[in-house]
């Protein structure tokens, strides 16, 4: 069954992610089941917002847009620690990279779930 994911932004936008079941049942965004399509959302990031090399203060791994979980490091299917998913840009992105949308408060992890969750 589709899901849909609803992430806030902390520029107050949010995004809406649409979902796909994997081989192994996780819903995932569909970029990271669709290499086409994170080729192309990759593409618009470069294009919009400067995404690449730059200041190791501010690159991907540490934005709060970067988003770690296990839940998505599983659909990634990466274990090198090296990839999260862009929640601005719907896109699989190097944590060493940068781009102009940089949000402090990242990474999204699961412990930092959990730990949100205990607030509610």
Do not use: H
């Amino acid at each position: 069954m589709p899901t849909i994911m609803i992430s806030i932004m902390p520029d107050g936008g949010i995004p809406v992610d649409k979902m796909e079941e994997d081989d192994e049942g996780n819903n995932c965004p569909l970029p990271t089941q669709d290499e086409e399509l994170n080729d192309k959302n990759r593409q618009v990031c470069i294009d919009d917002a400067n995404y690449g090399e730059g200041d190791p203060k501010t690159n991907c791994g540490n934005c709060g847009a970067y988003n770690q979980t296990d839940e998505m490091m599983d659909c990634m299917d990466d274990d090198s620690g090296d990839i999260g998913y862009c929640q601005k840009w719907k896109f699989m992105c190097q944590s060493d990279n940068v781009c102009d949308s940089w949000v402090k408060g990242g990474p999204i992890t699961s412990e930092k779930q959990s730990n949100y969750k205990e607030y509610l």
